[in-house]
């Protein structure tokens, strides 16, 4: 799968990395599995008014992006996730939080821990003891 080319913060969920309708075609792909197109058109439908064309077409871009694996099979083309929704999610987050610790790394440090110490604190020594082990692991104290 490429980088993703815009990262919204202020949006929710899978918008944060793909469209409106991206998200509600993979949410749907997710739960059903390997699907045809007709099938996430059937499931979107009753909640908007959608062409077939149009989840087609959000199917196909999906595909392009690496998002949706589609294999033609008797003249019609099926679909699956060419990753599950956690590793999707993984996959995200790497992206996000590496092109900020390239550009910002100081600054994403100190937001992540001052973050994880207002939310949590056993999430703050979990992270402690993350840290203690890569440095054990390391050979530093």
Known sequence: MGRFSEFKPHER???KVLGGLESKVMS???SIGRCTVREVYERLRSD???AYTTVMTVMSRLATKG???????DGSYYYEPAMSQ???????VSEVLDGLLDSFS?????HLVSEISKRDDAKLEQLEKVIAE???GKGRK
């Open 28 to 30: 749907t792909v997710w």
């Open 106 to 110: 100081e600054q994403t440090i100190a």
């Open 86 to 92: 956690e590793e999707f999610k993984k996959t995200v």
């Open 48 to 50: 908007r008014n959608l």
């Open 67 to 73: 998002l949706l694996k589609r294999e033609l099979v």
């Open 134 to 136: 890569l440095r054990k």
């Open 13 to 15: 969920g899978l918008e």
